[in-house]
């Protein structure tokens, strides 16, 4: 089972970082399919592989947030930025938990400091949108999620949010 998988089998750190990145794979898949607390373990494991490896961190970062652990959460967000800051997708997800926990400035921080890496970035460009109609402020969130469309046509969300607006 699971935990001969994670004690017997993948153990093995190694430059390549196989076993680490078989370990998040299958987290990913838990998390993938609403399993979070089945994928904590297996990113867990990929972390003690790897333990330089931010994508592993955020991925951790946002198990620990679906689970209602925000200071879990923000720990390992602050790791992946410590070894990556230029590391959109931490800065998006770790926006979106400063908004969970009421951090508004932070989050438009984060975002910003995203954005001026890459101004294209579909999720940081969506969270931003979402701040800025969670503030009332509909012509900067209809503007973003007009340029959502413009560089991701087929974002769904984008499409539906942007209808609904006024």
């Known amino acids: 089972g699971?935990?001969?998988?994670?004690?017997?089998?993948?153990?093995?750190?190694?430059?390549?970082?196989e076993n680490a990145w078989t370990c998040y794979r299958i987290g990913?898949?838990?998390?993938?399919?609403?399993?979070?607390?089945?994928a904590l373990p297996f990113f867990t494991k990929a972390n003690e592989l790897a333990p330089f490896n931010?994508?592993?961190?955020?991925?951790?970062?946002?198990?620990?947030?679906?689970?209602g652990d925000a200071i879990?959460?923000?720990?390992?967000?602050?790791?992946?930025?410590?070894?990556?800051?230029?590391?959109?997708?931490?800065?998006?997800?770790?926006?979106?938990?400063c908004?969970?926990?009421?951090?508004?400035?932070?989050?438009?921080d984060l975002y910003k400091k995203g954005l001026a890496i890459?101004?294209?970035?579909?999720?940081?460009?969506?969270?931003?949108a979402g701040l800025y109609n969670y503030k009332g402020d509909l012509k900067n969130a209809k503007l973003l999620l007009q340029k959502v469309l413009k560089k991701h046509p087929n974002n769904k969300q984008a499409q539906m949010i942007l209808g609904q607006l006024p």
């Open 2 to 17: 699971t935990n001969v998988l994670l004690n017997q089998r993948l153990i093995k750190k190694s430059w390549s970082n």
């Open 28 to 38: 990913d898949a838990f998390m993938n399919t609403g399993q979070v607390k089945s």
């Open 54 to 67: 931010p994508d592993f961190k955020d991925k951790m970062a946002s198990c620990y947030a679906q689970m």
């Open 72 to 97: 879990s959460a923000e720990k390992y967000y602050k790791e992946a930025l410590a070894e990556n800051p230029k590391f959109t997708n931490a800065l998006a997800n770790y926006g979106f938990l």
């Open 99 to 108: 908004i969970s926990t009421g951090r508004i400035k932070e989050a438009e």
């Open 118 to 128: 890459d101004p294209d970035h579909e999720m940081l460009m969506m969270n931003q």
